[in-house]
């Protein structure tokens, strides 16, 4: 009994885990993505 429970809460915080890692990924994909435009931006304004 306890070696299941203890399999389940192993199995639920890795998918946790992986979840938020994947979250993470793509947050900084997106700030990455924002920030080279808005250099852009800010380059063709100077010009």
Known sequence: MFVGLLLV???VAGR???HYR???I??????D????????ANETITD
Do not use: C, E, F, V
């Not at 793509?26 to 700030?31: A, G, L, N, S």
């Open 16 to 18: 946790l885990a992986n």
């Open 33 to 40: 993505t924002a920030t080279h435009n808005l250099k852009l």
């Open 9 to 11: 809460s192993l199995i």
């Open 22 to 24: 994947n979250n993470a």
């Open 26 to 31: 793509t947050y900084k994909y997106q700030r």
